[in-house]
């Protein structure tokens, strides 16, 4: 029985550590049957979010349209699951900091290391300029730190004008 205090190992990014262990001083068993036995922990360490998150577009949308924003990332070891992991996507108008998730539409979609948000900014949102940042989360609850600040992202247009007939609203 043996206790092995790890926190004075540091973790590596996809790395591992080797623990070896050898019975000595042993009495009635033969010295040739008591080998090394190795074993290799792989570090468990949060994930990295690779990019600042990008839209296909050119960054204006209309009022009442959708804009998808990507972002890469890498699960940083061998542990985690990828597929398992989480994803925030938060706007903010530009350079005020009030951020929220409240404009992304349900869980991002998963392709590869790459995530992909949408954000639909209700009707009643300022039109304007809006930054976005993100951040991933493995299945094992540890978070990434949030992406980059993209500042000004996305400006919301206000959108053409339209006749609208009372009868019958939009």
């Not at 890498?74 to 951020?99: C, F, H, I, R, Y």
């Not at 300022?126 to 094992?140: F, K, L, N, P, Q």
Request: net charge negative; no cysteine; hydrophobic share 35%.
């Amino acid at each position: 029985n043996a206790e092995f205090d790890t926190s004075g190992i540091t973790a590596v990014s996809s790395g591992s550590s080797t623990l070896r262990a050898k019975l000595i001083n042993t009495n009635g068993e033969r010295t040739t049957g008591n080998n090394i036995n190795t074993a290799y922990v792989y570090h468990d360490v949060a994930p990295d979010v690779l990019s600042q998150p990008s839209s296909n577009s050119n960054g204006e949308i209309d009022r009442g349209n959708e804009i998808v924003f990507a972002v890469h990332w890498n699960s940083n070891d061998l542990v985690s699951d990828p597929g398992l992991a989480s994803g925030v996507l938060e706007v903010t108008p530009s350079g005020q900091g009030l951020w929220s998730d409240d404009w992304v539409g349900g869980d991002p979609e998963f392709i590869g290391d790459e995530l992909r948000f949408t954000v639909l900014p209700p009707n009643t949102a300022s039109s304007g300029d809006y930054d976005v940042r993100a951040m991933v989360t493995d299945e094992r609850g540890q978070a990434s730190d949030w992406s980059p600040t993209w500042v000004g992202a996305f400006t919301l247009m206000n959108g053409l004008p339209m006749v609208v007939n009372p009868n019958t609203p939009p």
